[in-house]
């Protein structure tokens, strides 16, 4: 640890930047926005993954692989799609280097170029059902329930660290269909497992809505998403479920013999979560001395830091450690015993709660004496001296109600930070001051346009849960039937 | 089941491919040489990696992930390392399509052609070592032991599902050491863990052993392999392990201060597994009736097969299979129970005859009478009816038996057909059956070539336990020290 951190209050965009960076996550690579996720940070994603795994296939899902390179021929296939993805596409046009002629080097070989360009997949709808017209013929195939795990290309001019980068990870599940209502009902089914997943895990707090047709995916017929609030008042998209209806069977001729004997086109769903959602974890718990990590995605859930002076005491001390350890281990806790005597016991504390541990235990001579061992939380920093023995059980109990504190935090904070409004002048001032605004909106497009002008909100979504409600749009007058969730966003 | 498969005796090749398409591992894709990976086939690869990625993790190493991305000027740091790939790199010149100004569709816009053109990573020694110079500054900063699971792109001509692919699944090893017999260390390690994977969990044995210098990675000091051999007398390299030298700490400036307080560049490994090993895992053990997996990385490892005329049997067989399917489950083992009514049990059988699962379990109306069970076994096609009673144990012991066995079968075969042999008119007859051939070479590259020229065979390994042995070369009858494994490859 060298000097502290900036404040999360005076410039959150460097806080930021800062605790990805000396926690370790993740940093910039000689690539313009393309990210290196360093160890760290991986291992956090990765329980994201396996979580999120266990989840696809609890709920009937396979993974596959289809290739990385999209024909450019495919993306034109269905015209939404092509024009909402043509600006940021990475385009491979050969296929070679050769040594330069003219000196040192290496330069691209002419003689080898494409005939037809490939796009680095920016997603992979086109891919994807281009395959399907192969897999789908009756009604007995679907329906198709397939996933995978990829990294995907989309070039940005501006970048940030996990939030927008031009390479990033992702899931994407793409699913066919016999009916229209089981795709719709797909669709939601799996936003319903990325809000538990960002709830339970994440402990972060989502709000289930749809897109407005302006904010919908290029190619879906319904984008449906989850919305969390950070910190500094802004929302951050955490994922998306789209009802695909059937322009993809369409545009690749995927049609199916169903159960009355006709031909009829798939119905098709696709939803993704990205390395996005470690910027979300990041933003949604972390504080002014670094990283606030939820247990259950904790890389290192407790650490074990011995406090001595003498060789001769960190031996006792370590004695006294190791069946703990052990303990931990077998209760199923990733648990870390930092004995290394390169530094001193102050400078490891704040290098964990830089990092998020949850769990700090300290043992010290006088502890030893005592029977006693410190007990520290990272999430509401909080120290205490508990007894040694029936200690493993008391961390087991402590990191559950770690990961519900820091979900009940989150929950506190958007709920003070979500406000009805009714009137454009209290519009206005608040939005400048952040958080979500629910408010009435009249349906159209122009007016959205014209609020986003104004004072750069947009709607997040309109909530799955809002009530019918009669009001007037915040901003035209116009009659509204609900309120939508309006704010600044990342 | 349509049409039996093609006879491995017969046509080996045809057979191979149609394994891998009617047990639906894999198919091509629409771009050339791009294959997608289907469900059943990614899932035997997730065994793999989930396997690997714990003995990695059991030996020290984190993962991490580094972009898909490599500037030109990287790849041509390292000379020899730019030779060896320059010639398959897929290259990104523009980062924007737009519409096509002349009519429909997209072009490439020319005004977002990139200032330094992008690889698409064949291999990531490059990106990788650019980032260590960030992380390396002192001895205590080593080892670094780091890991990635990626895709990456070597532009191949004729291109084979698994064995040859232009995009391909992997995972790459690169660290950092602070002495250079300590990532000589590290380089034999990884051998072994790979060896280890190959025995204990493909039931494929594997010779260790040195390439030659004309077979090297390029941009290696030293590169180990394990070579596998198939059921067609081809061998086929299954894993690589590089001792990179200070070469790519020289090219890309990492040096730290070591114990003695002087700068000092870092010795380097990498090493790699692909999808590849798909190819061997089906060509090491099929048979005329299909796929024949190893229990431990089959998807499923017993299948459950009623055998009813009515639905009333069916309840009643259901009903005594319910216990059973789940006590299997709870023995860990990954069972299905396919009570599907729309194809015959013969038609079952033999579709996971074909899809390798290892046991099969049989339940007619006259086993419910006798309290007895079929029980077949995959790897060598024998049948069994076995008390109801003790079922679980007993399959759970037949895994593993099964495990055995496979690993056995292929050794034998490898014993069978390895030969030493100490005349040029004995190999080229020899080599023309196929088998690996131990015999002398006097260490020349040249003799090398001129063996590889008039035989397309190829030094596969200088093995690491062959012993010191006075003899001549094969071709030349220069005087040799060691005897070397040629064979025809993959």
């Known amino acids: 640890m060298s000097k502290a951190l900036p404040k999360r209050s005076e410039n959150y965009s460097e806080w930021y930047n800062e605790i990805v960076k000396r926690a370790d996550l993740a940093e910039n690579s000689a690539v313009r926005g393309c990210m290196i996720i360093k160890p760290y940070g991986y291992a956090i994603w ?10 696809f296939k609890a709920t009937g899902h396979q993974n596959a692989y289809f290739p990385l390179f999209v024909p450019k021929s495919f993306l034109e296939k269905e015209e939404e799609h092509a024009e909402g993805f043509a600006k940021e596409c990475a385009v491979v046009t050969h296929y070679r280097l050769k040594a330069n002629p003219d000196g040192k080097g290496l330069v691209v070989d002419p003689n080898a170029k494409l005939e037809e360009e490939l796009i ?33 290309v989309r070039w940005e001019m501006r970048t940030r660290l ?47 809505g749809l897109k407005t047709p302006g904010e919908r995916f290029a190619g879906a017929v319904e984008t449906y998403c989850i919305e969390a609030l950070m910190q500094d008042g802004k929302a951050l998209q955490s994922g998306t479920s789209h009802f695909l209806g059937q322009n993809f069977a369409r545009s690749f001729d995927v049609q199916f013999v169903n159960k009355e004997n006709k031909l009829e086109y798939a119905w098709a769903t696709s939803w993704g979560v990205s390395t996005r959602l470690m910027g979300a974890l990041i933003m949604a718990h972390s504080d002014d001395k670094g990283l606030v990590l939820p247990p259950r995605l904790a890389p290192i859930q407790v650490v074990i830091v011995p406090i001595y002076k003498s060789e001769e005491d960190l031996a006792k001390i370590s004695e006294a450690v190791n069946p703990i350890f052990e303990e931990l281990k077998a209760a199923g806790i ?40 410190e007990v520290a939380r990272r999430d509401n920093l909080t120290k205490e001296s508990r007894p040694l023995e029936g200690i493993v059980e008391y961390v087991t109990n402590l990191l559950d109600e770690i990961q519900a504190n820091i979900y009940q935090k989150a929950a506190r904070f958007r709920q003070e930070n979500t406000f009805r409004i009714d009137t454009w002048d209290e519009f206005k001032e608040r939005i400048e001051k952040g958080g979500f605004i629910s408010a009435h909106w009249d349906g159209t497009a122009e007016t959205e346009e014209k609020i986003k002008e104004e004072t750069k909100a947009t709607i997040r979504c309109i909530p799955l849960d809002a009530p019918e409600e009669e009001g007037t749009d915040i901003y035209s007058g116009k009659p509204s039937t609900k309120r939508v969730i309006f704010a600044k966003a990342y």
Not at 46 to 55: C, S
């Open 162 to 208: 996990f939030l927008r980068t031009t390479e990033f990870l992702w899931q994407e599940g793409h699913t066919a269909h016999a009916t229209e209502a089981e795709a719709v009902e797909e669709t939601e089914k799996m936003l319903g497992v990325y809000a538990d997943f960002a709830e339970n895990w994440m402990a972060m707090p989502v709000v289930k």
């Open 334 to 373: 990733s648990v870390k015993y930092d004995d290394s005597d390169n530094q001193r016991s102050g400078w490891k504390f704040a290098e964990y709660e830089l990092k998020g541990v949850p769990v700090r235990l300290g043992l010290g001579m006088r502890d030893l004496e005592n029977g006693s061992i």
């Open 120 to 152: 680095i997949r920016p997603t992979s709808e086109t891919v994807i059902w281009n395959a399907y017209k192969g897999w789908i013929q009756s009604w007995r195939d679907l329906p198709l329930l397939i996933n995978q795990w990829a990294n995907v």
């Open 46 to 55: 990765e329980k994201m993954q396996r979580a999120l795994d266990d989840m």
